[in-house]
T-cell receptor, first 110, second 113 residues
Framework: GDSVTQMEGPVTLSEEAFLTINCTYT??????LFWYVQYPGEGLQLLLK?????DKGSNKGFEATYRKETTSFHLEKGSVQVSDSAVYFC?????????FGAGTTVTVRA | NAGVTQTPKFRVLKTGQSMTLLCAQD?????MYWYRQDPGMGLRLIHY???????AKGEVPDGYNVSRLKKQNFLLGLESAAPSQTSVYFC????????????FGSGTRLTVV
């Protein structure tokens, strides 16, 4: 079945460092791909999405490009802030449902 | 602008007790979902609904039941709680198929002792 694999964390960075979180997927058909973010004690929030191959999703300085040839949707941010500390989830759409990766915990130190 | 509201936020149950988690959305969304979140496992789909009066099983439905009698509410029931059901439960809703993206509630932390 469809599945998502994320790089394992936790990831600890200094402020202004470059962040990459790897995400690869296995799917039949042509799913949409998503990144969700979960701040401490809260539910998940949609960060960005891409609906077809070569699309780039972007929001709040984060970017991810839908790469069909490598079945990947890696999340990047050029200069992280302490406020970016959160758990990040990669997900793909499968009919009516989203399938999520295990999540990557990111901690940014001042 | 409430969005998706889950009640209760916290609950401790004894093994064998029953309870119902309530999810309410005020966005007129057709689709609603219940997930559980466990460390290292991400979110796993328990049950979902594609409209009022409909429900369907997800990846991990055993031990849970659901009902969607009103479009705005999606109830998750545990008939006989087990320690393996200790988890954080999230409800989500969507205006269309999963491509639209979900709006999540803030979660219910359930501990079964």
């Amino acid at each position: 079945g469809d599945s998502v694999t994320q790089m394992e964390g936790p990831v600890t960075l200094s402020e202004e460092a470059f962040l990459t979180i790897n995400c690869t997927y296995t799917a039949t058909g042509y799913p949409s791909l998503f990144w969700y973010v979960q701040y401490p004690g809260e539910g998940l929030q949609l960060l960005l999405k891409a609906t077809k191959a070569d699309d780039k999703g972007s929001n709040k300085g984060f970017e991810a490009t839908y790469r069909k040839e490598t079945t990947s949707f890696h999340l990047e941010k050029g200069s992280v802030q302490v406020s970016d500390s959160a758990v990040y989830f990669c997900a793909l759409s499968n009919d009516y449902k989203l399938s999520f990766g295990a999540g990557t915990t990111v901690t940014v130190r001042a | 602008n409430a969005g998706v509201t889950q009640t209760p936020k916290f609950r401790v149950l004894k093994t064998g007790q029953s309870m119902t988690l309530l999810c309410a959305q005020d966005m007129n969304h057709e689709y609603m979902y219940w997930y559980r979140q466990d460390p290292g496992m991400g979110l796993r789909l328990i049950h979902y609904s594609v409209g009022e009066g409909t429900t369907a099983k997800g990846e991990v439905p055993d031990g849970y039941n659901v009902s969607r009698l009103k479009k705005q509410n999606f109830l998750l029931g545990l008939e006989s709680a087990a320690p393996s059901q200790t988890s954080v439960y999230f409800c989500a809703s969507s205006s269309g198929p999963a491509d639209y993206g979900y709006t999540f509630g803030s979660g219910t932390r359930l501990t079964v002792v």
